[in-house]
């Protein structure tokens, strides 16, 4: 918790650190005070130490009831903006310390920091970014996993946590030159079954293979046939990457032509914000285009579509 507090750096953060280290103390400070009171008073009593204890739990317990409300507020605000975003998301997901804001800032062109130290990354990250086929993406960052994390810490950071929960692709960042890899993949494998998210489309992508020799990469590409190995400190195969996010997004729409009458032009824009437009021609009393379109996109648009191509 002390490194988290450390690390904190945004409001939310903060309060959510605040209320963990709150809540872990309160029952161990009720505890003490039960216990100075057997030392302090008579039997049948009321111990000074609990006197002054209970005032401590009073106080701390309307402190965490403040934070509380202060983060539903927040969560409310981040609904808001979720609502608001019509691209597909992509949720960065992994054990702490194994490349992901490397990653996102490697994609997006990003400068978030960058630190070889646990939860150098605290605060949820999502950022904007242009597939090479032309389609634009959310890719989003939240805090890294670890074996045994306090249950207080996980509990607080649930509202940054959610992010995960609203991704249509979760990428599995794996720091392949950790020696205890396997292990730190069951971790984070267990915490997405917590989070009610192992159903998801999962991508695992193994980072830093720079760091490891050629016997211990043909190991790991047995044992996870469908991964993707990469370094993005060095630049290496993150084209397949890149083609990987690029096939999901077209995966998840189908092709049509639509005929669309100029008084409803503004779908247009909608076409190329959230679909993948290959033609587009103006006639006299119609907009012609062949687009690749999101599913849940095309059901709204139903009544322009002519013909299904696949």
């Known amino acids: 918790m002390d490194i988290f507090a450390l690390h904190a750096q945004s409001k939310e953060s ?14 161990r400070l009720v505890g003490r005070g039960e216990e100075l009171s057997r030392l302090a008073g008579g039997i049948g009593t009321r111990g000074p130490g609990e006197t002054k204890l209970e005032v401590d739990r009073r ?6 009831h403040r934070l509380k409300e202060k983060l539903k507020d927040i969560k409310g605000d981040r609904e808001v903006q979720r609502k608001s975003r019509k691209d ?50 959310i890719i989003t960052d939240t805090v890294g996993f670890i074996k045994n994390l306090p249950h207080q810490l996980i ?18 960042i794996i720091d392949a030159s950790d ?16 989070l009610g998210i192992q159903d998801k489309p999962i991508q695992k ?8 020799d050629s ?47 100029y008084d409803d032009a503004n779908i247009i824009e909608t076409l190329h914000n959230r679909g993948i437009v290959e033609k587009e021609k103006y006639k006299n009393e119609f907009i012609f285009m062949d687009a690749f379109i999101p599913n849940d996109l095309s059901k709204k648009l139903e009544k322009y579509i002519v013909k299904n191509k696949g």
């Open 14 to 27: 903060k309060i959510q650190v605040e209320l963990a280290q709150l809540e872990y103390l309160l029952p």
């Open 59 to 64: 106080r701390i317990e309307k402190k965490i």
């Open 88 to 137: 597909p998301i992509i949720s960065l997901v992994g054990y702490t310390n194994a490349g992901k804001t490397t990653i996102l800032n490697f994609l997006t062109g990003d400068d978030s920091l960058v630190e070889d130290q646990l939860f150098a990354t605290l605060d949820s990250r999502a950022r904007s970014y242009e597939l090479p086929n032309g389609k634009n993406v």
């Open 155 to 172: 509990a607080s950071f649930r509202s940054t946590l959610e992010e995960i929960t609203e991704a249509d692709l979760i990428l599995h």
């Open 179 to 194: 020696e205890e890899v396997t292990q730190k993949i069951n971790v984070v494998e267990k915490e997405l079954i917590e």
């Open 205 to 212: 992508v193994f980072n830093k293979i720079d760091l490891i």
């Open 215 to 261: 016997r211990t990469k043909k190991d790991l590409e047995i044992q996870y046939p469908e991964a993707i190995f990469i370094s993005a400190e060095e630049n290496i195969n993150t084209k397949r990457l890149r083609n990987k996010l690029c096939d999901f997004v077209e995966k998840s729409m189908n092709r049509y032509t639509l005929e669309i009458p």
